[in-house]
T-cell receptor, first 114, second 114 residues
Framework: AQKITQTQPGMFVQEKEAVTLDCTYD???????LFWYKQPSSGEMIFLIY??????QNATEGRYSLNFQKARKSANLVISASQLGDSAMYFC???????????FGTGTRLQVFP | DTAVSQTPKYLVTQMGNDKSIKCEQNLGHDTMYWYKQDSKKFLKIMFS???????INETVPNRFSPKSPDKAHLNLHINSLELGDSAVYFC?????????????FGPGTRLTVT
């Protein structure tokens, strides 16, 4: 069975600082994808970044990067130069090769303060 | 130019009623999904359809019936609503097959059953 674990229910970071949101996963699929989504207070789910299990390099998208450590089964999201607008819930998710469904973690609420 | 749209955004109804939520995507995706987000923000898949064919049905009560008239639409009909059905329901879409495709979410429908 696939499982995503986010152990940080809440995180605080000061504006312009970097922050790491933790995500560990468990799967027996040899091929899988890892995703991060942002859910601001307005409620929509916004796709941020994707990492494939066979990708050699860590994914980056602007201020977002994914610290992928396959042996440790972790896929942490790093947000650099935090902005007030980054305050939101962040969800880590996984999708196996042979399934269409995303398995989500419980989320981390990030609050950025001035 | 909304990619995935849902109507209505808010739905307040009484126990025992029947209601529907509509979803449309204009991304040309083959696969559409319904997810439920509970009061603790936990997201779980309910159904997925690929080209109008039901692919995933995740132990959802029979009172929930998805219908896909074409691959751009996936509606969710709920019979005999119960208090526990109160949640945010998200529609999503993606390309089919392969773990590398992110899912794009609609804005969500907040269902409140009184």
């Amino acid at each position: 069975a696939q499982k995503i674990t986010q152990t940080q229910p809440g995180m605080f970071v000061q504006e312009k600082e970097a922050v790491t949101l933790d995500c560990t996963y468990d799967t027996s699929d040899p091929s899988y994808g890892l995703f991060w989504y942002k859910q601001p207070s307005s409620g929509e789910m916004i796709f941020l970044i994707y990492q494939g299990s066979y990708d050699q390099q860590n994914a980056t998208e602007g201020r977002y990067s994914l610290n992928f450590q396959k042996a440790r089964k972790s896929a942490n999201l790093v947000i650099s130069a935090s902005q007030l607008g980054d305050s939101a819930m962040y969800f880590c998710a996984m999708r196996g090769r042979n399934t269409d469904k995303l398995i989500f973690g419980t989320g981390t609420r990030l609050q950025v303060f001035p | 130019d909304t990619a995935v749209s849902q109507t209505p955004k808010y739905l307040v109804t009484q126990m025992g009623n029947d209601k529907s939520i509509k979803c449309e995507q204009n991304l040309g995706h083959d696969t559409m999904y319904w997810y439920k987000q509970d009061s603790k923000k936990f997201l779980k898949i309910m159904f997925s359809y690929n080209n109008k064919e039901l692919i995933i049905n995740e132990t959802v009560p029979n009172r929930f019936s998805p219908k896909s008239p074409d691959k751009a639409h996936l509606n969710l009909h709920i019979n005999s609503l119960e208090l526990g059905d109160s949640a945010v329901y998200f529609c999503a879409s993606s390309h089919a097959q392969g773990s590398s495709y992110e899912q794009y979410f609609g804005p969500g429908t907040r269902l409140t059953v009184t």
